[in-house]
């Protein structure tokens, strides 16, 4: 590297050297999953309770084994994007599971949950549109309503009438979109769906969805909060991830026809990217199958998830107000002290994330526990009296 590149970018030391101090600096760890609700991280074998699998699902025997036949059937990359030669049967066979399982009449794959959400997001809307964009949203969900060149306002599911009277003011706007998630991934609430569809409704604006944590997770069926809240039908666009309780990855969006060849026309990061490997499909159809058929799974779940909540309290530790299901937030506010509660539960066996800004917004740095279907009751005990001993020892210490 001569001196005159090395001296273009000799400001990136200084902004590393500021996020170190202030406990803000990402650091790459390996991680390799185990069975039973365990991995290893850089050699250490811990208790999963960071990532998303929530049903278990990504080495399910039964999943691997769909992976490994697709692979020795159809290799390993998809090779083009799905417009060019990318799409195979498997592709097919997993939008069409899709669309059976959410209800709709056809559905699109996308390479990643995030493509989805900036993909159908800037597609639909318009620089003659505006998208009103909750403020606890996904970084893609933000980002597709920044892209689309529309108009963006930001609104708080806690403040509808805010957003019902913005939506007055625009009503002579071309276009108009409500754009949210069902649970929002670091607080770990629902989304008032039936609220938004009357807004919605009321001013004949779009209500776009993104049930990433939804799906597998909620509702009678596992299809998600609008099915848990009884909206399905009133919902305009529906997009779902593969990557989480599905256990595998890439992102989806159900619904009807025309919406679909939209898409398939019109979403940038769907038409400009290679396909999803083939074996990736068929794990994720060996999956949904597993979802529909083995509804215990999505029970336990939440049983897990209601008992750990009921030992936090019981240990005088409070989740975040309004958060059901496998996420669990606990607020530390100050990100040095979620690091080391974080690092102090790595030390205990429990692996968890400390989330931080600008992941959210400063002064609410916190932990982010995980639950999955599979940690037996013991071990929720256990991780429930870990967090609340380090919990109260930093807050002692402040």
Not at 176 to 202: N, W, Y
Request: glycine residues 8%.
């Amino acid at each position: 590297m001569t001196n005159a590149v090395a001296d273009a970018l000799n400001w990136i030391t200084d902004d590393l050297n500021q996020l170190a101090a202030q406990e803000l600096l990402r650091q790459r760890r390996e991680v390799v999953p185990l069975t039973d609700g365990r991995c290893r991280v850089d050699g250490v074998e811990v208790w999963d309770c960071a990532s998303n699998d929530y049903l278990d699902l990504a080495r399910d025997p039964r999943v691997t084994a769909a992976a490994a036949a697709a692979m020795t059937s159809h290799g390993v990359g998809a090779t083009a994007s799905p417009l060019v030669c990318g799409r195979t049967d498997l592709h097919r066979n997993l939008e069409q599971a899709l669309a059976r399982f959410e209800g709709a009449e056809t559905a699109i794959l996308f390479p990643t949950g995030m493509a989805a959400n900036i993909g159908t997001v800037s597609a639909l809307a318009g620089a003659d549109d505006v998208v009103f964009c909750d403020r606890l949203n996904h970084a893609s969900l933000v980002d597709g309503c920044r892209l689309s060149g529309a108009k963006l306002r930001v609104y708080h599911h806690t403040e509808l009438t805010r957003l019902d009277d913005w939506l007055t003011k625009e009503e002579a706007t071309r276009r108009k979109f409500i754009v949210t998630d069902s649970v929002f991934s670091m607080d770990g609430d629902h989304a008032p769906l039936p609220q938004l569809c009357e807004i919605a409704d009321r001013h004949a604006a779009a209500l776009i969805v993104d049930e990433a944590h939804g799906t597998g997770v909620f509702g009678e069926h596992g299809r998600g909060v609008a099915e848990l809240q009884g909206v399905e039908d009133r919902v305009t666009v529906r997009i779902g991830t593969l990557s989480k309780a599905i256990g595998a990855l890439g992102g989806f969006v159900t619904g009807s026809q025309a919406l679909i060849d939209f898409l398939w026309n019109k979403a940038r990061t769907q038409v400009y990217s290679t396909a999803l490997p083939p074996a990736v499909c068929a794990a994720a159809l060996a999956s949904i199958q597993i979802i529909e058929s083995e509804p215990a799974r999505r029970e336990r779940l939440l049983q897990n998830a209601a008992f750990f909540r009921e030992r936090l309290s019981a240990l005088e530790v409070t989740a975040y107000p309004g958060s059901s299901g496998p996420i669990v937030p606990v607020a530390l506010q100050d990100p040095h002290a979620a690091m080391m509660v974080a690092e102090q539960l790595f030390v205990d066996g429990f692996l968890v994330g400390a989330i931080r800004p600008p992941t959210v917004p400063k002064g609410t740095s916190r932990l982010r526990i995980t639950l999955r279907s599979s940690l037996a009751r013991d071990v929720l005990e256990r991780f429930a009296t870990a967090v609340a001993n380090r919990v109260h020892t930093v807050s002692k210490n402040k």
